[in-house]
């Protein structure tokens, strides 16, 4: 199954128990609205897929993993509805990820910026490359990471995820991320590294259903209220992208 919109894709299919979710934009595979939304729908199929024992999430190329929202599109944000609306896309794919009954594995072939950062933290289990190197680069353009925050926090905690956000114009670097337990493992290549998806993933879809989504609950155990939680933390983007600071800043990136 693949689904293309504005240039972009989500395509979804399953292999020996193993449901891949993969997406795909030309612009450094960043997220449009329709896309966000589009990927939402299928995690939330894959999750009910009874095919699919464990699911693999991964993007498409071998430079980026994920370069956020779309700035075209948060530059044309001129209202406090769209622009909570446009933040809000992120938090439905996060909580689709939290929700889902199934154990799933982050690829992180290539950089994660932002929303990028968001995706990965919200997998159960990320795995990625040298080059995956990682950046929150909200406060730059004046807003915040305040909807993928929660999920960066619970993933490397407080300390870790305050400096991502604080120094918003730095790099990160995947050993970096992976010693604060953003990835589980590190590779030198893509090939070694879906070597290592694969062997994980084939291993999960022979381990206990049942098994898996009583680990899963217990994992997000203290996140039922997200739902809520991120769109208020929406709001807060939405109300800041609109301020004159914001407005100059997204202008000049």
């Not at 918003?168 to 090939?191: C, D, K, Q």
Request: aromatic share 8%; with cysteine.
């Amino acid at each position: 199954m693949s689904t293309t919109i504005q240039s972009g894709q989500v395509g979804y299919h399953v292999e020996n128990g193993i449901g891949v979710i993969s997406f795909h934009h030309p612009a450094h595979n960043s997220m449009p609205s329709p896309l966000l939304q589009i990927l939402c729908e299928t995690i939330e199929q894959a999750s009910q897929d009874p095919a699919a024992k464990v699911i693999i999430l991964k993007s498409a190329g071998d430079r980026t993993f994920c370069a956020g929202a779309s700035f075209d599109e948060l530059a044309a944000i001129e209202d406090f509805a769209t622009g909570k609306r446009f933040f809000t896309g992120f938090a439905k794919v996060i909580n689709a990820l939290r929700k889902s009954p199934k154990l799933v594995i982050g690829r992180i072939q290539g950089k994660a910026v932002g929303g990028g950062v968001g995706l990965a933290a919200a997998c159960d289990y990320c795995l990625a490359t040298q080059d995956a190197a990682v950046k929150l680069s909200e406060l730059a353009v004046g807003i915040g990471p305040f909807v993928v925050g929660p999920a960066v926090e619970r993933k490397i905690g407080t300390s870790a995820f305050s400096q991502m956000a604080i120094n918003a114009t730095e790099w990160y670097s995947a050993h970096w991320a992976m010693e604060r337990g953003l990835f589980a493992n590190v590779y030198p290549s893509i090939l070694e590294l879906d070597q290592g998806v694969q062997v994980l993933a084939h291993n999960l879809a022979q381990s206990s259903p049942e098994a898996m989504r009583e680990l899963k609950a217990i994992f997000w155990e203290g996140t039922n209220h997200w739902d809520q939680f991120l769109e208020d933390r929406a709001a807060i983007s939405g109300r800041l992208v609109l301020t004159e600071y914001a407005k100059r800043a997204i202008k000049k990136s």
